[in-house]
């Protein structure tokens, strides 16, 4: 397709589990960014990948979250351990450079039991 | 660092009605400004952009913005609501350079109620 795309779009959970989120992003961009969507709130920058560059994590909330990019491809966010308060709406962006508009997929809504 | 602070999380208007949804920011290098549209569901859409150009930025289904330095603010207006318009909007700012290049700062969001 020609949008981002997420997977899944919904997951359930008990608290205590693993959860792996993926993103596809828009191909030939190179920037690609995580964001945490809480009930009522804003979007909470976690994580950005740019190229080949070190990826900047400094939004990530504790050490129990984690992502991978492989190149300009997909990214997997992980939750280890997951608590109640991981319960969120994650969304992906990508873009083909900094000053360039984000453009976000349909999200991942994620529930901790 | 930088901030964005939407005033108002809820706001209601009458169909044909303007629209205006505040959004002031802080940043202390010049930045980009963004709004973006989230329907129920959805991921965003952006609505339109400032990145330095013409400080009156014109956007989709009608919305403009207009940037004000002195002000720092970067309000969004729309002449005559569509019920169509009903949805959250997000106020964003990234800085244009620096360590934070590209990292969007997202303002909490106001909530546009359309009424017939």
């Known amino acids: 397709g020609a949008g981002v795309s997420q997977s899944p779009s919904n997951k359930v959970t008990e608290k205590g589990k693993d959860v792996e989120l993926r993103c596809d992003p828009i191909?030939?961009?190179?920037?690609l960014y995580w964001y945490r969507q809480r009930l009522g709130q804003g979007l909470e920058f976690l994580i950005y990948?740019?190229?080949?560059?070190?990826?900047?994590k400094s939004g990530l909330p504790s050490d129990r979250f984690s992502a991978e990019r492989t190149g300009e491809s997909v990214s997997t966010l992980t939750i280890q351990r997951t608590q109640q308060e991981d319960s969120a709406v994650y969304l992906c962006?990508?873009?083909?450079?900094?000053?360039?508009?984000?453009?976000f997929g349909d999200g991942t809504r994620l529930s901790i039991l | 660092a930088q901030s964005v602070t939407q005033l108002g999380s809820h706001v209601s208007v009458s169909e044909g009605a303007l629209v205006l949804l505040r959004c002031n920011y802080s940043?202390?290098?010049?930045?980009?400004l963004f709004w973006y549209v989230q329907y129920p569901n959805q991921g965003l859409q952006l609505l339109l952009k400032?990145?330095?150009?013409?400080?009156l930025v014109k956007g989709i289904n009608g919305f403009e913005a207009e940037f004000k330095k002195s002000e720092t603010s970067f309000h969004l207006t729309k002449p005559s609501a569509h019920m169509s318009d009903a949805a959250e909007y997000f106020c964003?700012?990234?800085?244009?350079?620096?360590?934070?290049?590209?990292?969007?700062?997202f303002g909490q969001g106001t909530i546009l109620t359309v009424h017939p």
């Open positions: 962006a990508s873009t083909l450079g900094a000053d360039q508009p984000q453009h």
């Open positions: 191909s030939g961009h190179t920037a």
């Open positions: 990948f740019q190229g080949n560059s070190a990826p900047d």
């Open positions: 940043s202390s290098v010049p930045p980009y």
């Open positions: 400032y990145t330095s150009a013409a400080t």
């Open positions: 964003a700012v990234s800085e244009a350079g620096g360590t934070s290049y590209g990292k969007l700062t």
